[in-house]
């Protein structure tokens, strides 16, 4: 059984940075892709980046230059740095596996953008 547990959220000032953590069990990680998701009041969930298994990345537009995502196979952990930070990136961010047909969420963090 996959466990996605985030970690790293919190409050921060227009033009910070956070980094967030997600940290898998099971035994998959190496050959899953990875993603984060986010998703603010009212709004739809929202791709924010993905990697592959084999390190391929892809952002949404509005993250571009900006976000960073990167996995560690050895630690079985993806990492998204957010830099330039803005209050319209305050949202509940959510990472997410998929692996073959069966994908997994974590609980979510919070990340609060002041300005």
């Known amino acids: 059984q996959v466990r996605l547990v985030e970690s790293g959220g919190g409050l921060v000032q227009a033009g910070g940075s956070l980094r967030l953590t997600c940290a898998a069990s099971?035994?998959?990680?190496?050959?899953?892709?990875m993603a984060w998701y986010r998703q603010a009041p009212g709004k739809p969930r929202d791709l924010v980046a993905r990697?592959?298994?084999?390190?391929?990345?892809n952002y949404g537009d509005s993250v571009k230059g900006r976000f960073t995502i990167s996995r560690d196979n050895a630690k079985s952990t993806v990492y998204l740095q957010m830099n330039s930070l803005s209050p319209e990136d305050t949202a509940v961010y959510y990472c997410n596996q998929v692996w073959g047909f069966t994908e997994y969420w974590g609980q979510g963090t919070q990340v609060t953008v002041s300005s």
């Open positions: 099971g035994n998959t990680f190496s050959i899953s892709a």
């Open positions: 990697i592959s298994s084999n390190g391929w990345t």
